[in-house]
């Protein structure tokens, strides 16, 4: 019976468990790294696209004021040196979010569907900013609407 061949043989592989066990937590250090590597930049990928959303909710807040208010548009028409009306606050309850539009008189023109003149277009634009100024963020929309009018005839 001889055994020391099986023994001789045992005794090169001492070291091997060790340098296994060392490329495995090795491994598996450098996938936590980058799970939370990962992790950290859908973090910042989610508050970006939620402060984008803020913003232009905001935004869009003050064009829907700035087309209701009437004053706006008449300011803007009555300035003639550049056609805009001022620049008004609109209330966001969002603490941290602020919105302003500003009107634009573009010029006047003839109704869609309308060439017999019984009516006129007044053509604008609306520049409307959200911004969150903490987060460095701010949406910019321009939307353009029409207002018609009928103009009442001038025959006898």
């Not at 043989?9 to 250090?29: Q, S």
């Not at 004021?65 to 004053?71: G, S, T």
């Not at 969002?94 to 003839?110: C, H, N, P, W």
């Amino acid at each position: 019976m001889r055994m020391p061949e099986k023994n001789a043989a045992y005794g090169r592989e001492r070291g091997m468990v060790l340098v296994v066990c060392l490329l495995v937590i090795l491994m598996v250090t450098l996938i936590a790294a980058t799970a939370t590597r990962t992790s950290t930049f859908e973090e910042k990928m989610a508050a970006n696209a939620q402060t984008y959303n803020r913003t232009f909710q905001a935004a869009e807040s003050a064009v829907e004021v700035a087309i209701n208010n009437d004053n706006l548009m008449f300011e803007a028409i009555d300035d003639v040196s550049t056609a805009t009306s001022s620049q008004q606050s609109v209330p966001i309850g969002d603490s941290g979010v602020t919105a302003s539009a500003q009107i634009e008189f573009k010029g006047e023109g003839i109704a869609p569907g309308n060439s017999i003149g019984s009516a006129s277009t007044y053509m604008y634009e609306i520049h409307a900013i959200g911004s969150m100024d903490s987060m460095n963020a701010t949406t910019e929309i321009r939307q353009g609407f029409y207002r018609v009018s009928f103009v009442g005839s001038s025959d006898g």
